[in-house]
Structures are given as C-alpha cells and as structure tokens.
C-alpha cells in the first residue's frame, strides 16, 4: 500500500524558514518523480515544486522560486521541502504528491498525504 | 502559464442527478488533464485522467471527455458519496489546477 506521510509544519514569523519531509513507502520511490502541491485556508490547489525521480531536474512555481528547495534522499525514501524567507501567503496545507506514471516532473498525481499546516503569522 | 477555469463554481444536485462540470485551457492541452476530488480536511483523489481515462478503483459514474481547451467532467447518477468539490489539473506544461466546482446538496 502506497503511504506518503508529511511533518514538519508548523507556526513560523514572516521571514523565517521551515523545512517540510515526506516519507513514502509502499513503491519503488526512486522510479517517481514527487511533487509539492499547496492549499491556503478555503482556497484551491496550487502546485509549488517538483522534482524528478533521480533528483537531478527541479521545478518551481514562480511563487516560491529562489526561496524554496526540493530535494529527495531516494536511499531514505523521502521527500523534501526547504522554505526559507517565508510570507504571510505561504500560508496553506503542503501536500507531498506521487507523479502517476512518470519518473520525469510531469503528470497527474495518484497518491497524495495527509497534508501538513504551515502557518506564517507574527 | 497555462490558465484554467471551472464552471460552475457551485452546483447544487440531488442524489440520482446527472452532473456536468466544465474546464477549459487558455492554450491547448491536447489530452493532458486530470480531475480530482477533494473532501473537507481530506487530499485531492485522482478521479481521471489523460482527459477520459478512468483511474483504477473509481466507480465508472464518472467520466471525463473533452480535448484542446475544453473538457468536461460527468457524474452519471449522483451518489451521496460525491458530494464534494472537484478540480482539474492540465499537464502540458507546469500543474496548475483549476479554481474547483462545489457540488453541493439541493
């Protein structure tokens, strides 16, 4: 059974720096590209970062580029989420997704967990 | 970027109705849309993909058509389960998703 399981939110002040992991089981986690995808309070969904399965090619959205980091540790199956110099409007649920069938950053997504808060207030 | 709309953004249904609900691309896609459901507190769950394929598991009351700029998503018979919002999501280029469709309980 595929398990994606975020932690690392939390409340955090305007230009701080909070780092999001996700730790998938239950597929070959190095054969999946892995993706961010973020939802502020009552909003919709909003992709932030993506990276391939060998973690050499990123992507970002140009909301958070120069600011947030994705990387992945294939050895430890996880994910990660660097967000340095944090905004008010950062704040959301982060959702650590699974590319469907691509190992490149591109696709639907068939598995997505729980989601983790990240609030950035004073 | 590729721009997505939704319409509508509520629909109000009772159980047993037939729902429709439409996407559209600024730019062509082709093919490469998803659609999602998403309850309150809960992740998205893939409903389709490749704009008309059914992901494995989903209950065949949903279908996805549509290519280019304009896709719909199509609920044959309304079950209680489904009420919930719905998003799309292009893949031609970066995601990006929809604004989402309430379905909600007439």
């Known amino acids: 059974e595929v398990q994606l399981v975020e932690s690392g939110g939390g409340l955090v002040q305007p230009g701080g720096s909070l780092r999001l992991s996700c730790a998938a089981s239950g597929f070959t986690f190095s054969s999946y590209a892995m993706s961010w995808v973020r939802q502020a309070p009552g909003k919709g969904l909003e992709w932030v970062s993506a990276?391939?399965?060998?973690?050499?090619?990123?992507y970002y959205a140009d909301s958070v580029k120069g600011r947030f980091t994705i990387s992945r540790d294939n050895s430890k199956n996880t994910l990660y989420l660097q967000m340095n110099s944090l905004r008010a409007e950062d704040t959301a649920v982060y959702y650590c997704?699974?590319?469907?069938?691509?190992?490149?950053?591109?696709?639907?997504?068939?598995?997505w967990g729980q989601g983790t808060l990240v609030t950035v207030s004073s | 970027d590729i721009q997505m709309t939704q319409s509508p953004s509520t629909l109000s249904a009772s159980v047993g109705d037939r729902v429709t609900i439409t996407c559209r691309a600024s730019q062509s896609i082709s093919s490469w849309l998803a659609w999602y459901q998403q309850k309150p507190g809960k992740a998205p769950k893939l409903l389709i993909y490749?704009?008309?394929s059914l992901e494995s598991g989903v209950p065949s009351r949903f279908s996805g058509s549509g290519s280019g700029t304009e896709f719909t998503l199509t609920i044959s018979s309304l079950q209680p389960d489904d009420f919930a919002t719905y998003y799309c999501?292009?893949?031609?280029?970066?995601?990006?998703f929809g604004p989402g469709t309430k379905v909600d309980i007439k």
């Open positions: 997704a699974k590319f469907a069938r691509s190992i490149a950053a591109a696709g639907d997504f068939d598995y």
């Open positions: 999501q292009q893949y031609n280029s970066y995601p990006t």
């Open positions: 990276i391939s399965g060998s973690g050499g090619s990123t």
């Open positions: 490749k704009a008309s």
